[in-house]
């Protein structure tokens, strides 16, 4: 069974940064393309970046591009966003999904979502 | 990149069917068959239901339909039962390395 784990989610002040990471067990997350999707809080499904498997192409949301990073770490099996100049609008529940099994630009599998909160 | 309309609310009785619509433009759900749907209970994560406009993942059941006509995909939900009841979004590509999602509809089973 696979199961993507996130975490690294928190409290973070306006302007602070924070760093989330997304783990697997059952895959091996470097085989597939992934990304980071997050919803507010009561509020609907954002897309927010995608990176290929060998980490070679990187897309973003226009709501985060230049202040939010993706990267891999296919070594240990990790993905990780960097999420720097945070606003109080980047308050969700951030999840990473991986997309390539049933095509293009369809989720298939989902981690449990990890919270971030910025708020002073 | 706007978000694809979906209405708030839809609702059927046990058996019955119910569809759910996503509008979007030529840019989008119009121009190409990358529509997905996704359910979501409350409290977990989002569940594949349906992958380019109208084929399922594996272990989905096919009381679950989706189609497109020009700007407008529609998911089908046949014999509603119980546990249909949650919210649905769907998503399209966009174009330029983009995907959209819906502001999501939430099902009641009455």
């Known amino acids: 069974e696979v199961q993507l784990v996130e975490s690294g989610g928190g409290l973070v002040q306006p302007g602070g940064s924070l760093r989330l990471s997304c783990a697997s067990s059952?895959?091996?997350?470097?085989?597939?393309?992934m990304n980071w999707v997050r919803q507010a809080p009561g509020k609907g499904l954002e897309w927010i970046s995608y990176i290929s498997s060998s980490g070679s192409n990187i897309y973003y949301a226009d709501s985060v591009k230049g202040r939010f990073t993706v990267s891999r770490d296919n070594a240990k099996n990790l993905l990780h966003l960097q999420m720097n100049s945070l606003r109080a609008e980047d308050t969700a529940v951030y999840y990473c999904?991986?997309?390539?099994?049933?095509?293009?630009?369809?989720?298939?599998?989902w981690g449990q979502g990890t919270l971030v909160t910025v708020s002073s | 990149q706007s978000a694809l309309t979906q209405p708030p609310s839809a609702s059927g009785s046990p058996g019955q069917s119910v569809t759910i619509s996503c509008t979007g433009t030529?840019?989008?759900?119009?121009?190409?068959?990358?529509v997905s749907w996704y359910q979501q209970h409350p409290g977990k994560a989002p569940k594949l239901m349906i992958f380019?406009?109208?084929k399922w993942p594996s272990g989905v059941p096919d009381r679950f339909s989706g189609s497109k006509s020009g700007n407008t995909a529609s998911l089908t939900v046949s014999g509603l039962q119980a546990e249909d009841e949650a919210d649905y979004y769907c998503?399209?590509?966009?174009?330029?390395?983009?995907?959209?999602f819906g502001g999501g509809t939430k099902l009641t089973v009455l």
């Open positions: 380019e406009v109208s």
């Open positions: 998503s399209s590509y966009a174009g330029s390395n983009n995907v959209v």
């Open positions: 999904a991986r997309e390539g099994v049933y095509g293009d630009y369809a989720f298939d599998s």
């Open positions: 059952g895959i091996t997350l470097s085989n597939y393309e």
């Open positions: 030529s840019s989008d759900v119009g121009g190409y068959n990358y």
